[in-house]
């Protein structure tokens, strides 16, 4: 049985404007052990996913309309406040996007460090205080004896990230959501974040939730991958199906984006237009204004849904867009410009 598994999450907000479908029926399953990678552009409900798991979605406006998300035999979205509590930062704990506000300015590393471990477990002051300084040390920060005693203004937003790291980490949990988690670091020090999640895996069996844009990193350390865009899931599978055998026009047009694959000297490229507005009635594939292959029939109706190609490989089959040949060929012949709707936003 899967550590976690997810059903038709539903998560809207619901504004004065309009009703926003940020994620709208998202499905998957984490093992022990194993990563899931999520991919996509900003705005395609990556984090709210994530944070729709741990309930720390604003209410109001947010709102987890439907689905299920069976944690070890538990729904963590019917869950009570007091279990959830026991839950959320020791069993399943979380590094945040943004460093810069994620830690209290006013209190000391050391304290944000020993107050996570503490409220999970009995240890006390000195005890905790040790294996602060050793997630410190763990993360790399250099002297860690002494910085633990420091406030946050005095680390520079890539130590503030590593703290971050460390503060998931000190629990020992078996869940790890990673949103961005090496956003502000180089990539020296990326390697190692990322090499310490892997031992941990490999000494205590943590499954990982890795939510990013680098594709680099997903298809270099990922088991699973699943790329959304406007609040659905548009491929799934194992990382070798999803990056070797790509189906679906997003997947492929996010795949043409990655500099190092691109001929030296040339302009980038990236994918025209822009995500549409889930605030209001989407037809069809809601990647069709943006899709680059010709296209075989207007959008209408409800949006595709999943269909699968092999074991565990599935994507959202349209069937508006002849997408059988390579994408290379199509950007040659310039159709994706012309198939560009002024309604999409222009090119990106």
């Keep these: 049985m899967a550590l976690l598994d997810v059903k038709d999450l539903t998560t809207y907000f619901h504004t004065r404007d309009a009703v926003v479908r940020a994620v709208d029926g998202v499905s998957f399953s984490v093992d022990r052990g194993e990563t899931l990678g999520i991919v996509g552009e900003s705005g395609s409900g990556k984090s709210v996913t994530c944070y729709s798991l741990m309930r720390l979605i604003p ?61 999970h477990h009995d240890v006390d002051d000195r005890e905790a205080l040790k294996r602060a300084t050793a997630a410190l040390e763990e993360v790399g920060i250099p002297e860690a004896s002494k910085r633990v005693k420091s406030y946050p203004h005095e680390f520079s ?97 996010l795949q043409k984006t990655i500099p190092s694959l691109q001929v030296k000297g040339e302009q980038l490229y990236t994918i025209p237009g822009l995500p549409p507005d889930l605030g209001k009635q989407i037809d069809g594939c809601a990647f069709y204004p943006r899709c680059p292959y010709p296209k075989l029939a207007s959008p209408s109706g409800d949006r595709p849904g999943l269909v699968e190609l092999e074991s565990g490989h599935c994507y959202a089959d349209c069937r508006l867009c002849d997408s059988s040949g390579p994408i290379e060929s199509v950007l040659a012949a310039g159709d994706i410009v012309d198939d560009i709707r002024p309604e999409s936003g222009g090119a990106a």
Excluded: W
Excluded at 77 to 85: F, V
Excluded at 169 to 191: G, N
């Design 157 to 253: 937003g890539g130590m503030r990230q590593r703290v971050m790291i460390a503060m998931a980490l000190i629990t020992e949990p078996d869940l790890l959501i990673a949103d961005e988690p090496t956003t502000a670091l180089d990539v020296t020090v990326q390697a190692q974040i990322l090499d310490i999640i892997k031992q941990r895996q490999e000494k205590m069996g943590t499954a990982v939730i890795l939510v990013t844009h680098d594709l680099g990193v997903v298809a270099g350390t990922c088991d699973k991958v699943i790329v959304m865009y406007a609040g659905r899931v548009m491929e799934s599978g194992t990382a070798e199906q999803v990056f070797y055998t790509p189906r679906h026009p997003y997947m492929r047009a």
């Design 59 to 119: 209410e109001p406006p947010g709102r987890i309309e439907r689905g299920t998300a069976m944690f070890d035999g538990q729904d963590l979205l019917q869950m009570g406040k007091e279990s959830l509590r026991k839950i959320r930062g020791n069993r399943i704990s979380m590094i945040f996007q943004d460093p810069m506000t994620s830690l209290n300015p006013y209190l000391r590393i050391s304290t944000q460090l020993m107050e996570a471990l503490q409220t």
